[in-house]
């Protein structure tokens, strides 16, 4: 097959909310053949005045594309909402999101059934989606036939990244990089939270905040450089003895501006223990091995 069938391949997506709505707006304007089916039958209305074909079950519309995409609610939902439909031949691609675990024991019932299975972690929110640009992608892992098959047509909302044959890797990765993201969301709040009564201006304050953390985010290449060598003192600077020296004056500040250090805390304490452990000369990286015994 050449690009152009790959680009204009028909294809079924099950679910429309917010995100399954953009999703099927970047497959129709990209001028594929799209069914489409919800749960909630008034959501398909506007998608069917602008080309979409509405299926009233999930089995017709499973029927209608050799591709098929799901985006709903949960795990629970996608074994719902396909209990009835006929997978045999199918290619199935699962972008709810969901656990690892839960992802590998979705591919193993899509195989039982007859079809091939890729599990999808979405890197982006509704606006993203279909906007050129925007570095939006899409995290996949399973079946590398099916990837590679439907790469035209996966690739069309948002950029792709194949993460491996194990169908639980891309939840992995996603899940994994929301983790780093939450808590920067911590530190950031704790930062405002710190000079929220003070004569700071936050829009004046959060450049500075941007900056620093961008400076900061490289220390990532320095502790997978450390897991993979197994020498977590390599290239050290600030070793763990003298940040947790440095904890002392973080949280006294705290509680000078009347701000509560939870945030914080957690980490502190880990650093502590490995520091009593006595990996004074390490980094942080040691911190990883209390969280994984």
């Given amino acids: 097959m050449n690009d152009n069938t790959f ?5 079924t997506l099950l679910g429309l909310g917010a995100m399954g709505t953009v999703l099927a707006r970047a497959w129709l304007a990209a001028g594929h053949p799209l069914t489409v089916w919800n749960r909630t039958s008034r959501r398909a209305e506007p998608l069917a005045a602008e080309g979409a074909t509405v299926a009233e079950t999930t089995a017709e519309a499973v029927a209608a594309s050799g591709l098929v995409v799901v985006c709903l609610l949960d795990d629970a939902s996608v074994g719902e909402a396909l209990a009835d439909a006929d ?8 972008l709810t999101t969901s656990t690892p675990a839960q ?10 059934r007859g079809a091939r299975f ?9 606006p993203m989606i279909g906007a050129p640009g925007s570095g939006g992608y899409v995290f996949y892992s399973g079946s590398r036939a099916l990837f590679d098959a439907h790469h035209g047509a996966l690739a069309v909302p948002a950029g792709t990244v194949y993460v491996g044959e194990d169908p639980g890797f891309a939840a992995l990765h996603d899940v ?11 530190g950031v709040s704790h930062a405002f939270a710190l000079i929220r009564k003070e004569d700071v201006v936050p829009k004046d304050f959060a450049p500075l905040l941007v900056d620093w953390l961008t400076a900061m985010a490289p220390y990532a290449y320095g502790i997978a450089d450390h897991l993979e060598s197994g020498d977590y003192t390599k290239g050290v600077v600030s070793n763990l003895a003298m940040m947790v020296e440095g904890n002392s004056t973080l949280l006294r500040t705290a509680e000078e501006q009347g701000v509560s250090a939870e945030l914080l805390t957690p980490f502190m304490a880990l650093m502590e223990r490995r520091l009593a452990d006595g990996h004074g000369d390490e980094g942080t990286t040691g911190v990883i091995d209390l969280l994984t015994r």
Avoid: H, Q, Y
Wanted: aromatic content about 4%; hydrophobic content about 50%; charged content about 25%.
């Fill in 7 to 11: 680009e204009k391949s028909r294809l």
């Fill in 87 to 94: 997978l045999t031949g199918k290619d199935l691609v699962n």
């Fill in 118 to 126: 890729l599990d999808g972690g979405i890197m982006a929110v509704p």
């Fill in 176 to 186: 994994a990089l929301l983790s780093a993201m939450t808590g920067m969301f911590a």
């Fill in 103 to 112: 992802a590998r024991a979705r591919a193993e019932w899509a195989e039982e």
